[in-house]
Every structure is written in C-alpha cells, then in structure tokens.
C-alpha cells in the first residue's frame, strides 16, 4: 500500500475568512474523488485548526500502488479539484510511501 500525504500553504495576502472557505471547498471535492476514482483505498483532508503552523490544509490518501497514485494524479476529476488551489496556493510539499 502507498500513503500519499500533501500539504498545502495559501497565500499570506488572503484572509482567515477566505481561507477557511477554500479550504472547505477543496476538501469537499477532493472527499468526492472515490465516487470517480475507484483506485483511491482512502482519503481525507484535514484543516490546520492551528494558524501559528505553516500548512493550512493536508490531504492523506492510499493507493495499491505509486502507478495508481500517478494516474490520481492526473486524472480529469482530481486534476479540477487541484484547480481550487491554483491561484491561492503559496507552497506545497509531498511525500509518498510504503507501508506493510
């Protein structure tokens, strides 16, 4: 099993208000993905209730393997949802990993 786990960091210039409604609509659409994407095991989204911290959103899925997180990866429905954070997003990280 692979766990893909991703944060994400909005753009200092909007306000905690914004934010959390972004955030809100991102993690709506992304919680709607296994509906279209029947290769995702689990996934969920989590908003940082801590704004002292860095990342504001972090995304955590599983997949059966790295092939089937390259194809979430570009596929259509996700590929829309990611589109929510394109124009507020400040930063991202990534890490994808194996686990028994």
Sequence with gaps: M???IVLF???DSISQVD???????FKEAIEALPAVIPFIRSIEVG???NTDE??????YSE??????VKKYAVHPEHVK????LAEVKKDRACVDYTSV
């Design 63 to 68: 997949f059966d393997s790295l092939e089937d």
């Design 81 to 84: 949802a990611g589109k929510l």
């Design 47 to 49: 908003l940082n209730i």
């Design 2 to 4: 692979v766990k893909h």
């Design 19 to 25: 934010k959390e409604k972004i955030a809100q609509q």
């Design 54 to 59: 860095k990342w504001d959103i972090a995304l």
């Design 9 to 11: 960091q909005l753009k």
